[in-house]
């Protein structure tokens, strides 16, 4: 039931872009992505809901394959405050509680 | 308009003792959420609850552990007879609705449970 992140870990240079990729065995209702710093709370980035929609603010955006059951974040032209982990969050058919994944733990550096 | 608040930030148990987490959600945010997070690891599920009423409890362990979160006051997870593997980050969130309505979660800073 837990959503599978990849990949596990990256390195960026500061400037460069990245994805990182989340799926689900079941189907989904909605998608979360939250980044967590080091000691700190998960921090809410945005939420997809099921219909194949793409969100984003700035250089972070996202996208929802409702038949493939998977979700994508995509990372723009990178900063150094992007290092930190991101995890996906699903809510599935199954219930109304969020589960999330392992997290993708991503460094930017300059 | 404050965050989520949760009280205490760390909290230092001896083995058999209680470990009480409180929580107080953002104001206008009904629903209520507790994980539980080890080192180095991602967000465990625990408990879903809404005032007065547990909607989920599947990630909670049967014995020693429970949640409420009443008609006045903060959200209470509760954990009995501490042992050293109940000692992690317990992190509360809050949203207005669920995610299948759009909401997203915000979290609170987390308790850090250490049982010596």
């Known amino acids: 039931q837990q959503p599978v992140q990849s990949p596990q870990a990256v390195i960026l240079r500061e400037g460069e872009d990245a994805v990182i990729n989340c799926s689900s065995s079941k189907a989904l209702y909605s998608v979360h992505w939250y980044r967590q710093k080091h000691g700190e709370a998960p921090v809410f980035l945005m939420i997809?809901?099921?219909?194949?929609e793409q969100k984003g603010h700035e250089k972070i955006s996202a996208s929802f394959n409702e038949k493939k059951q998977q979700s994508s974040l995509y990372l723009t032209a990178s900063q150094l405050s992007y290092s930190g982990t991101y995890f996906c969050?699903?809510?599935?058919?199954?219930?109304?509680?969020?589960?999330f994944g392992a997290g993708t733990r991503l460094f930017v550096k300059a | 308009n404050a965050g989520v608040m949760q009280n205490p930030r760390h909290l230092v148990r001896r083995r058999g003792q209680e470990a009480r987490l409180r929580c107080s959600p953002m104001k206008g945010h009904s629903h209520v959420y507790w994980y539980r997070q080890l080192p180095e690891e991602g967000l465990k599920f625990m408990v879903y609850?809404?005032?007065?009423?547990?909607?989920?409890e599947s990630g909670m362990p049967k014995e020693r552990f429970s949640a409420e979160f009443p008609k006045e006051g903060p959200s209470i997870l509760r954990i009995q007879q501490v042992v050293r593997g109940d000692s992690a980050a317990y992190f509360c969130a809050s949203s207005e609705g669920t995610g299948r309505l759009g909401y997203g979660y915000t979290f609170g800073s987390g308790t850090r449970l250490t049982v010596v």
């Open positions: 997809l809901l099921k219909g194949g």
């Open positions: 969050g699903t809510e599935n058919t199954g219930g109304f509680k969020t589960i």
């Open positions: 609850l809404q005032k007065e009423n547990i909607i989920d």
